[in-house]
């Protein structure tokens, strides 16, 4: 799926509904809400979305597409060395949540994901794009000799990416008033430096 395969309405809905959960909180996402957020019956909601998951869903696989783009244009600079690339995934993957605070909200809501498989289908697919991409680096970084192999590869991107779940949490928890960039790039780059031969 691409964004475009959305329509604009159902764009509208998606963006009501991540300002909802910035704003209220994951809980408050309602039909009823977010029908009155956007002067909509909830039967004309309904035309777009069949459901409360149905707009969760929308909402991530939105995500995932526009982070595929963002990460797939950074990783695609085969002339950069790998850590200022992993630094530029971050950055921007960070920023991006600072910019919508909600997404962060959605993904770490694992209790609406427990018992709803195609929620919890799509946030693993959104953590196998970045994992993907993280892992591609740290290979090729082991290969061009710059990260040590005394790890796999396998095995730093899940160290990296908890990491940063982590830094991402703290933000979370903070109520967004850590400083989510900053506090991410001093953690990556003590991982780098660990990892750099």
Known sequence: MKNKDFTDRQKEIIEAATLRIDKFGIQELTIKNLAGDLNLSEAALYRH???????????????????????????????????????????????????????????????IFQFNKDLSDKVSTLMTVMQKNINTLIKRGQE??????????????TIVMGSMRMVVL????????????????????????????
């Open 49 to 111: 979305f069949k459901s409360k998951n149905e707009i969760l869903l929308g909402l991530l696989s939105y995500f995932i597409v526009e982070m595929n783009e963002r990460i797939s244009a950074i990783i695609a600079d085969t002339e950069e060395q790998p850590s200022k690339l992993l630094k530029k995934i971050f950055t921007s993957q960070l920023n991006t949540f600072v910019a919508k605070p909600a997404i962060v909200s959605v993904i770490f809501s694992e209790g």
């Open 170 to 197: 703290k933000w979370k928890l903070s109520g967004n008033k850590s400083h989510l960039v900053n506090d991410g790039k001093t953690v990556l780059n003590g991982l780098l430096q660990i990892i750099e031969k």
């Open 144 to 157: 061009e000799g710059v990260y040590a192999k005394l790890l796999s590869a396998d095995t730093i991107t």
